[in-house]
């Protein structure tokens, strides 16, 4: 039977993290499920794997707190499970980015949809007739698998290393429509909003990141393919692990 993927984040306060972690955690262990759940007071990020009624259960229950009922997974689908563990565990962050001035919850920074952003690619430009550049928001290793065609790309080591960068390369975005964009939209998201915060007028996150433009598009602009931090290594633009089959 084909084993469902499924990445997702919400920033939300909660303060009860700790006490969500060990019931979390025992939903996941029941369900026979394998990946991670990272929570902060700043909210959820979690990989998950296994069979399809389970994985989806997981999301159900998570969905009957209030919280967390507008939850959204991106889904692909592998041969075999392609986690070795259930981790579920409180971090100061679930991405950090050591700038606690950012607290998504307060506010989402503006979006752009995947297919929005395709014909925008395609135009050359935003509606406004405004240049849109791309900037990749993650770890030099992971660019190195695939990114947009001309995306922006400042060769970070981690997303601590952010900040610093953009500051440096501010000038250089000031008169453009920038579009930050990542794997799953959780670092791109935390970028945005440094950007807004930083003074630059025209900033959006990839709505769902690459996984999600992938899923709703043909993968046109992409070059490659997109790292993912489990045994799959690299997707392609179908959503499958290189190499592999389709499922």
Same mark, same amino acid.
Request: aromatic fraction near 8%; charged fraction near 30%; charge should be negative.
């Given at each position: 039977?084909?084993?469902?993927?499924?990445?997702?984040?919400?920033?939300?306060?909660?303060?009860?993290?700790?006490?969500?972690?060990?019931?979390?955690?025992?939903?996941?262990?029941?369900?026979?499920?394998?990946?991670?759940?990272?929570?902060?007071?700043?909210?959820?990020?979690?990989?998950?794997?296994?069979?399809?009624?389970?994985?989806?259960?997981?999301?159900?229950?998570?969905?009957?707190?209030?919280?967390?009922?507008?939850?959204?997974?991106?889904?692909?689908?592998?041969?075999?499970?392609?986690?070795?563990?259930?981790?579920?565990?409180?971090?100061?962050?679930?991405?950090?980015?050591?700038?606690?001035?950012?607290?998504?919850?307060? /506010?989402?920074?503006?979006?752009? *949809?995947?297919?929005? $952003?395709?014909?925008? %690619?395609? #135009?050359?430009? !935003?509606?406004?007739?405004?240049?849109?550049?791309?900037?990749?928001?993650?770890?030099?290793?992971?660019?190195?698998?695939?990114?947009?065609?001309?995306?922006?790309?400042?060769?970070?080591?981690?997303?601590?290393?952010?900040?610093?960068?953009?500051?440096?390369?501010?000038?250089?975005?000031?008169?453009?429509?920038?579009?930050?964009?990542?794997?799953?939209?959780?670092?791109?998201?935390?970028?945005?909003?440094?950007?807004?915060?930083?003074?630059?007028?025209?900033?959006?996150?990839?709505?769902?990141?690459?996984?999600?433009?992938?899923?709703?598009?043909?993968?046109?602009?992409?070059?490659? /393919?997109?790292?993912?931090?489990? *045994?799959?290594?690299? $997707?392609?633009?179908? %959503?499958? #692990?290189?190499? !592999?089959?389709?499922?």
């Amino acid at each position: 039977m084909p084993v469902l993927n499924i990445s997702c984040y919400k920033f939300v306060q909660l303060p009860d993290a700790p006490e969500l972690r060990d019931v979390l955690r025992a939903r996941a262990v029941a369900a026979d499920l394998k990946g991670t759940v990272l929570l902060a007071a700043e909210g959820i990020n979690f990989f998950l794997a296994g069979k399809a009624p389970a994985v989806r259960g997981f999301v159900a229950a998570l969905r009957e707190d209030e919280r967390f009922a507008d939850l959204d997974p991106k889904e692909s689908w592998s041969a075999t499970v392609p986690f070795r563990k259930m981790l579920v565990k409180v971090k100061r962050e679930i991405i950090r980015m050591d700038h606690p001035a950012i607290q998504p919850a307060q /506010g989402r920074a503006p979006s752009v *949809d995947p297919v929005t $952003l395709r014909r925008w %690619l395609e #135009a050359g430009h !935003d509606d406004e007739g405004r240049e849109v550049v791309t900037l990749d928001t993650r770890n030099a290793f992971e660019v190195d698998a695939g990114t947009f065609e001309g995306a922006i790309d400042w060769r970070i080591d981690k997303f601590t290393e952010f900040p610093p960068a953009l500051r440096a390369h501010k000038a250089e975005l000031q008169d453009k429509t920038v579009v930050s964009f990542c794997t799953g939209g959780i670092r791109c998201e935390k970028a945005a909003i440094l950007m807004r915060e930083e003074g630059l007028p025209h900033v959006y996150q990839l709505d769902g990141g690459i996984l999600k433009y992938f899923e709703l598009t043909d993968g046109a602009h992409y070059q490659g /393919g997109c790292f993912v931090f489990d *045994d799959r290594a690299v $997707l392609t633009a179908d %959503l499958h #692990a290189a190499g !592999d089959e389709k499922i």
